[in-house]
């Protein structure tokens, strides 16, 4: 367990700390001068060299000490680590772990959801999953550096970010089937068009960037969720004498 700081270019303001003591040194109590009529005759002595000299030295430490707070706070301090070496392991909503729950090497682990505040796995049952790579960098900067990690999640994860995710530890991931009642992405086959092109001899060659486009298009169907939205297309090509397909839509 170690302290760090999540802001420490906030310490540069300790410089600050320079201005109670330009205070305390430039503001000096001053003192009067008074004339006493038996010391008159007496020979003034040489004034001996000036020292600095600071006055009201607790007000001066009550100020430093403010200054010094107020940096800390910006700088924003916090205990990286636990003092415990459990292993851990995290659920990521969504998945079902019975196939892993039986592992020997898991069975003495610490079990938690993926979810704020990471609560343990027996206390309820989570089904969403929210900001999963958010949670899995906070719980990598709260436990201690010697304890391990186990990290369930389904098929698909769900909750990532535009940043990659990158932990201070080995991460053992566990890719599981998802519960039964949140069920999977169904794949779907997209569905096929034809279209039809007819051309004189002299267009004969437009037809080639015809067969371009609809091969770039249908490179992205493959994965697509949602089949009935981007369909794949075949392009049918032929001269002005032969017959259009039936049911055909026309396109001038």
């Known amino acids: 367990m ?6 420490p270019a906030a310490l540069a303001a300790l410089a600050a700390l320079a201005l109670p003591l330009l205070i305390h040194l430039t503001r000096r109590s001053e003192r009067q001068l008074m004339a ?10 040489e004034r001996a060299r000036r020292r600095l000299r600071i006055d009201e030295w607790l ?40 196939a892993v729950i039986d592992d020997p090497t898991l069975r003495d682990a610490s079990w938690h959801w993926l979810a704020p505040g990471f609560p343990a796995f027996d ?15 906070e719980l990598d900067a709260t436990l ?10 389904p098929k698909r994860l769900p909750g990532l970010d535009a940043q990659r ?36 001899l002299a267009h004969a060659e437009i037809s080639r960037y015809f067969d371009a486009a609809a091969k770039a298009w249908n490179a992205g169907t493959e994965d697509h969720v949602d089949a009935s939205a981007k369909p794949s297309f075949v392009i049918d090509t032929a001269r002005t004498d032969v017959a259009l397909p039936a049911n055909s839509d026309w396109l001038l």
């Not at 550096?145 to 999640?153: D, E, N």
């Not at 998802?178 to 069920?183: K, N």
Request: no cysteine; hydrophobic share 55%.
């Open 2 to 7: 170690s302290i760090g700081l999540l802001f």
């Open 36 to 45: 006493f009529a038996a010391l008159r005759w007496l020979r003034a002595k």
């Open 59 to 98: 007000l001066l430490a009550l100020r430093l000490l403010l200054l010094t707070a107020v940096v800390l706070l910006l700088a924003q301090p916090m205990w990286f680590g636990k003092s415990s070496d459990h292993a851990w392991v995290v659920v990521v909503p969504g998945a079902n772990p019975d």
């Open 123 to 137: 206390s309820a049952q989570l089904q969403t999953a929210s900001a999963t790579a958010s949670l899995l960098r």
């Open 144 to 153: 201690a550096a010697s304890q391990s990690l186990t990290v369930i999640v």
């Open 165 to 200: 995710i990158t932990l201070s530890r080995t991460v053992d991931w566990r890719i599981v089937a998802a519960r039964p009642d949140v069920g999977e992405t169904e794949q779907v086959t997209p569905r096929t068009q034809t279209v039809a092109i007819r051309h004189d």
